[in-house]
């Protein structure tokens, strides 16, 4: 009994004494990198796979731009307020006519393999981009190439861009989007939709990308410490995919993220987290099929549609307060283009009845669905993508529009489908989701194809102020523009949607979101001189690993004298 | 003699309860309108309201009563297991009977054709085919019947096959009884049990068919469906971390599962399990 006693104690004393040799030496055995990571990640989506980030292969849509351009620098970049800061250009200036645009290139700037930049980078690049509609970013209209008619290099660093017609927003959708490539790997390259080899990612952007992942749906992007604006201000940019961003930020599995104000609504004080909001520039709208349906084609129908909606009364219940109400004129109301004096359409249900009446629609039928002229019901199939807030605007319009009158069939589908569909032109009504673009050259120029609506006096508004360079004159034209879309109701823009982000203040602080958009317009809170100019906060990994290093410590020798002064008990109680 | 026998399993403690159950369901769903003032589909309610004396159980993100939408989409459920029970029954019955009785080579075409059917996995036929026709109650409901009738006339034709060699039969065939007495009089009432596990089993599947459609947003808008309801509970970012889970995600939940459960029950007392 004694001599087993004795030996147990022995042993766990053995134990205890190798703890406190190994312990400490396997902790200290980590490493000590010193590292400022950041982790972002693109909000609950679908999808976190935006191509690979190269001027040439990534996804056309904002966050694609977004990726490649932490690697790629424009000629010129917008900051918070939506002036422009040279990257590439140190000044630039045009001729009186507006034709002519003469960049003057930063000095020194090298490419992530150290090749020096230079002017024909530039003129390569828009040459190289020129003719190749069929590569996805060039084919979906990102760079307009179209208002260039040349491009020349005068010396080392001096750019001359001649434009084949004055075009106001030159500087906004040309020379703040265009990413330069390197010409001395580019000119090599023989199928460039398909390159994506380590080369292709190589820009003079303040990130190099060391990671790019298809199937994990993730990018890591390292500093370039020779940056020329400045070193940035971490270490590791990292984007991953999260399946629901609130709880992904609450246990800090991201630091920063793209949300919805409900979702923003779950964080609380303890999450410690700065929360922005901007304007969303993303409209949900109410797409009639103009052309083919002759119902619909009648202005007063849609007028008549158009009072029985109540806007700010479906904002706040699908968005909660996260958007505003919808502006017969398209332009939202936070734009600088926006237009107030424009007809109105407050909810009416009398008026739109009495329209409906007036246009020949007052008989109904047993269910009170209005007839037409021969006797069918006044019913139409409502597509929409079967995303939430989308689903639910369909089931409230179909509330609304029972109530005048017109019955409506829900058709859900997927949103390739039902883009598929009205771009075929096979629908009645769709609820249809985008971004609004911020400058009326996108936002507007294109409402005969987006909306189906064609108005020659539309169209004439349309081309003239895309190229008046002055800009009060411009901004009266645009006006003029939403009047007329205002009275003729070719679509109906039932709200906008906000953005928000929320970001962890123990990393990186300072996100804004650039007036005007980035990249010609994509409202985001990831314009890369955040990442410049922001501030980071936050302890260097390095040194919250040796914190929890040393908790662990404290734990073991704390244990390890506990069952030391147990095992002196028991030997003493052997010994006895 | 048959309908007796099965009555007397249901009076064991399991079948009560489940009968229980279902009966107070169906209750539920008759009595709809006379449970809430709401329709199901009213807006005019400020959303994402608590519970209070309006809303027993507050309302959801547009502002629909969910209770009301909990009571009306007990109709849907019990109208779905209803057709789709009643469907796959009368169509697997007829052809599982015929086939087996027949024999020969139409039984052998028919039996290949059913386990062609049996062998498509249901679920991704169903999604596939819910998302290709448009989202009607009634695409669901043919859908279910559709990929649900084989496994009834499987069992059926076994069952029909047997009794067609069994003593009783083959006297009153010999006696100079018809086809259609025997079948009418002889072999429907031994397939009874099979029948009512059939409809039970299938209630079943329909049921969660019906919700898991309707929780992937391939269910049919214009009705109120508990699937729907939790699917828009969780897509709502801060149901679990205020209290709303409690009013509007568990109600579907625990409706869906009840009636399951009733069904089962009553399922395994005709089984007679004790």
């Not at chain 1, 962890?504 to 979101?513: H, L, M, P, R």
Request: proline residues 5%; contains cysteine.
């Amino acid at each position: 009994m004694k001599l087993s006693e004795r030996s147990i104690s022995l042993f766990i004393s053995l134990l205890l004494v190798s703890t406190i040799l190994f312990v400490p030496a396997s902790a200290s055995s980590e490493d000590s990198s010193e590292e400022r990571v950041f982790t972002a990640s693109w909000g609950t989506s679908s999808t976190a796979d935006w191509g690979f980030p190269s001027p040439l292969t990534f996804y056309p849509r904002g966050p694609g731009y977004i990726m490649t351009s932490y690697c790629f620098d424009a000629l010129v970049w917008p900051e918070e307020s939506g002036d422009f800061t040279g990257l590439l250009a140190e000044s630039w200036e045009s001729s009186d006519d507006g034709l002519e645009w003469t960049f003057h290139l930063r000095e020194g700037v090298t490419w992530h393999d150290g090749e020096p930049f230079t002017a024909d980078d530039v003129v390569f690049t828009m040459d190289y981009i020129k003719d190749k509609a069929a590569i996805s970013p060039i084919g979906s209209s990102w760079y307009n190439t179209a208002v260039i008619k040349s491009v020349e290099a005068t010396d080392d660093y001096t750019v001359v861009i001649t434009l084949n017609y004055q075009y106001a927003p030159f500087i906004q959708q040309v020379a703040a989007v265009i990413p330069i490539m390197p010409k001395h790997i580019w000119e090599n390259v023989e199928d460039p939709s398909k390159y994506m080899e380590d080369e292709a990612a190589i820009g003079t952007g303040p990130f190099i990308l060391e990671d790019y992942d298809t199937d994990q749906q993730s990018y890591k992007y390292t500093a370039n410490k020779d940056y020329f604006l400045g070193e940035p201000i971490i270490d590791t940019l990292i984007y991953v995919k999260t399946s629901d961003a609130v709880i992904s930020l609450k246990t800090g599995e991201i630091d920063e993220s793209g949300l919805t104000l409900d979702q923003v609504q779950a964080l609380d004080e303890s999450d410690n987290m700065e929360v922005i909001s901007g304007p969303g520039y993303w409209v949900y709208r109410l797409r009639f099929n103009i052309p083919s349906n002759t119902i619909l084609n009648d202005t007063t129908v849609r007028q008549a549609i158009y009072y029985s909606l109540n806007c700010s009364d479906i904002e706040s219940r699908v968005l909660h307060g996260g958007g505003i109400g919808g502006n017969p004129g398209y332009v939202p109301p936070y734009s600088s283009w926006y237009n107030p004096d424009v007809t109105q359409y407050e909810y009416d249900i009398n008026k739109a009845n009495q329209m409906l009446d007036d246009a020949g629609y007052s008989e109904t039928n047993s269910d009170g669905i209005r007839l037409d002229s021969e006797g069918n019901p006044l019913e139409f199939q409502l597509l929409y993508s079967s995303d939430q807030q989308s689903q639910r605007i369909a089931e409230l319009v179909q509330t609304y529009l029972k109530k005048i009158g017109i019955g409506i069939t829900l058709k859900p589908g997927d949103t390739k489908t039902v883009d598929g569909l009205v771009t075929a032109g096979n629908f009645d009504l769709a609820i249809y989701s985008h971004g609004t673009s911020t400058d009326p050259a996108r936002m507007l120029n294109s409402f005969p194809t987006s909306t189906g609506w064609n108005n020659s006096e539309f169209m004439a508004l349309a081309e003239e102020q895309m190229s008046t360079m002055d800009e009060n004159k411009r901004k009266e034209l645009v006006d003029e523009m939403q009047v007329l879309i205002a009275d003729n109701v070719p679509t109906i823009p039932l709200m906008y949607r906000n953005v928000y982000s929320a970001s962890s203040k123990d990393t990186v602080t300072g996100f804004f979101y650039t007036d005007g958009g980035v990249g010609g317009g994509v409202p985001t809170e990831y314009n890369k001189l955040v990442f410049i100019y922001g501030t980071w906060n936050g302890d260097s990994d390095e040194t919250t690993t040796t914190n929890t290093e040393n908790s662990v410590d404290s734990i073991g020798i704390l244990e390890s004298v506990a069952i030391l002064a147990c095992a002196f008990i028991l030997i003493l109680h052997g010994k006895r | 003699m048959h309908e007796k026998t099965l009555f007397q399993r249901l009076k064991s403690p399991k079948g009560i309860t489940g009968l229980a159950i279902l009966c107070f369901f169906i209750f539920i769903a008759v009595a709809a309108p006379f449970i809430t003032s709401y329709s199901p589909a009213d807006v005019s309610s400020s959303p994402l309201l608590e519970p209070g004396s309006e809303h027993p159980l507050g309302t959801d993100d547009v502002g629909k009563d969910i209770f009301s939408n909990l009571v009306y989409g007990s109709r849907t459920s019990l109208m779905v297991a209803l057709l789709v029970s009643f469907g796959v029954l009368i169509i697997g019955t007829l052809a599982g009977v015929f086939s087996g009785y027949t024999g020969g080579n139409l039984d052998r075409v028919m039996m290949r054709g059913v386990d062609i059917f049996l062998m498509i996995p249901d679920l991704p036929l169903i999604l596939i085919l819910a998302a290709y026709l448009s989202p009607s109650l009634w695409n669901i409901i043919f859908i279910l019947i559709l990929m649900g009738w084989p496994v009834g006339a499987r069992i059926t034709r076994a069952q029909t096959k047997t009794l067609r060699v069994s003593g009783h039969v083959d006297f009153a065939r010999v006696s100079g009884a018809g086809n259609w007495y025997v079948i009418k009089k002889h072999i429907i009432p031994d397939l009874y049990p099979i029948m009512i596990t059939t409809v039970v089993m299938q209630s079943i599947r329909a049921i969660l068919s019906e919700s898991g459609l309707a929780f992937l947003g391939l269910g049919d808008p214009s009705y109120p469906s508990w699937g729907t309801m939790i699917k828009y509970a969780i897509s709502y970012p801060l149901v679990f971390f205020t209290d709303a889970w409690m009013w509007w995600l568990m109600p579907a939940g625990l409706c869906i599962t009840l009636l399951v459960l009733s069904f089962v029950l009553v399922g395994q007392a005709l089984e007679g399990d004790k």
